[in-house]
Each structure stands twice: as structure tokens, then as C-alpha cells.
């Protein structure tokens, strides 16, 4: 079955510190690959996308991505978080359907 | 700049009564969505729509219907609602052009059912 897994539910990290946010997933094929963040009662903005090509991706705000299809991961990261990246995120997996799985997201909360 | 509209972010509604959640996209985009958000369940797809007139179900349709009349708009439809339709609801457009596409949300419209 497809699925995609955000084993983190909530993650407090300090101001300045590194941040891993980690997405697993089973699917049979090839995955696109994203990740969105939502802040608080807001929608979804798009962070990053894996599609092909290299394997490390780099997106908006700082963060990068690495897709290990060995481990079928594809890890969230960012080298020193901000005040201002408290906010839900979430890992997606598409293909050329118009099925996208979503995890169920991690909340991150930025300790001053 | 905004793409995709929801034009009510906030709606409290009496059980049982017929609600519309209305989603406007400007980007020429074939593709909507209406997805559900709940805590710890992620986003759950309701319906979507691939066309003008075309509807597919998603995982969780049941209780909702949609309307797709013109490109731009896809509207969601509770027409009983219940408490336990209180969530969280966001509308997605993507385009058909090639691959897989980005997903463009909504600011997300939330719903209490009382």
C-alpha cells in the first residue's frame, strides 16, 4: 500500500540549532517528492520538490531535502533555524496521477 | 498575487444545514481539489476534479459533493452538514502540462458544525 510516514509528531528545537525533519514512504514507483509548510491557519506553501536528477534539493527559506531511495526517505533539513520556521510540515508523494499522499505532518515549535 | 481563493475563511453552520465552500483559482489550472485536514490524520482527499463537469472521488466523499461548472471555480458541498464535518477544509489546483505537479493551496477554509 502507498503511504507516506512522518514518525515525528511535534519536534522543539532552540533558535540557531540544526533542524531534521524525517519522511518515509512505500510506493511502487518512482515518487515526486515534497514538502510543504503550513503555518499556523493558513494553507500549504511549497518548500521544496524532488522530481529526478540530483538527489539532494534545495528549497525556499533555507532548507534542503535528500532523497535515499535505498531507505525510501526523503529527510528534511535546514542548518539553522529561525524563530519564524515554528510551523507545520508536511511530506507529500505523487506520481503522474492526480494522487498525492500526504504524512500527517510535524509540528515544529522554535524555542528562543 | 493570490491564486487560489477560498472565499469563506471562517463558517459556523447548525447541523443539518446545506453548506458551500467556494474555490477560485487564476491560474488556468485543470486540476482542483478539495482536501480535508484533521490533526494527526494529515490531508485526506475528498473529491477532485480533472476537467470542467468532471468529478472523481477521493478517499473520504462520503457526506460531500462537488461542482465543477467553470474552470476556475470547483465548490464543495456538505448538503446535511453534521459535527463530525468540523475541520479544516483546503482547496488545491495543479496543472496537467507535464508529470507530476505542484499542488497550489488556499489559505484553507475552517468549519464548525454545531
Known sequence: AQSV???DIHI?????ASLELRCNYSYGATPYLFWYVQSPGQGLQ???KYFSGDTLVQGIKGFEAEFKRSQSSF????????????AEYFCAVGARTYKYIFGTGTRLKVLA | DVKVTQSSRYLVKRTGEKVFLECVQDMDHENM????????LGLRLIYFSYDVKMKEKGDIPEGYSVSREKKERFSLIL?????????????ASTSSESGANVLTFGAGSRLTVL
Open chain 1, 46 to 48: 511549497l518548500l521544496l
Open chain 1, 12 to 16: 522543539t528545537v532552540s533558535e540557531g
Open chain 1, 75 to 86: 529527510n528534511l533539513r535546514k542548518p539553522s533555524v529561525h524563530w519564524s520556521d515554528a
Open chain 2, 79 to 91: 448538503e446535511s452538514a453534521s459535527t463530525n464535518q468540523t475541520s479544516m477544509y483546503l482547496c
Open chain 1, 5 to 7: 510516514t512522518q514518525p
Open chain 2, 33 to 40: 481539489f478539495w482536501y480535508r485536514q484533521d490533526p494527526g
